[in-house]
């Protein structure tokens, strides 16, 4: 069964650091991109930052760029999601997405995504 795991999500005050985790089970077939999305109530599901699984490449929304780093360790199939220097504006649901659509390599978009985890919610207090 493919499931994929979110943890490490919590509440922080602004300019600490959290990191978010994703385990992926079941997985057959590589993935081409892995992905962390995030979420507020009310508003669409955006794009965080995107690794395209064999490259190792990377893209971040420009709201996170240059304090979100996010990584992959094949041998434990995990996706990381490290985030410093956080902000209130960063608060949200957080969750990991593993896409099989080699379109995701050039499209950051929700519904190139085949797999979603459960998310982890981040809250940043002023």
């Known amino acids: 069964q493919v499931q994929l795991v979110e943890s490490g999500g919590g509440s922080v005050q602004a300019g600490e650091s959290l990191r978010l985790s994703c385990v992926a089970y079941?997985?057959?077939?590589?993935?081409?991109?892995m992905s962390w999305f995030r979420q507020v109530p009310g508003k669409e599901r955006t794009g965080v930052a995107r690794?395209?699984?064999?490259?190792?490449?990377?893209w971040y929304s420009s709201s996170v760029k240059g304090r979100f780093t996010i990584s992959q360790d094949n041998a434990k199939n995990t996706l990381y999601l490290q985030m410093n220097n956080l902000k209130p504006e960063d608060t949200a649901m957080y969750y990991c997405?593993?896409?099989?659509?080699?379109?995701?390599?050039?499209?950051?978009?929700?519904?190139?995504?085949?797999?979603w985890g459960q998310g982890t919610q981040v809250t940043v207090s002023s």
């Open positions: 997405a593993a896409s099989f659509n080699p379109l995701c390599r050039t499209f950051m978009a929700r519904e190139k995504y085949n797999y």
């Open positions: 079941g997985f057959a077939d590589s993935t081409f991109c």
């Open positions: 690794i395209i699984s064999d490259s190792g490449n990377t």
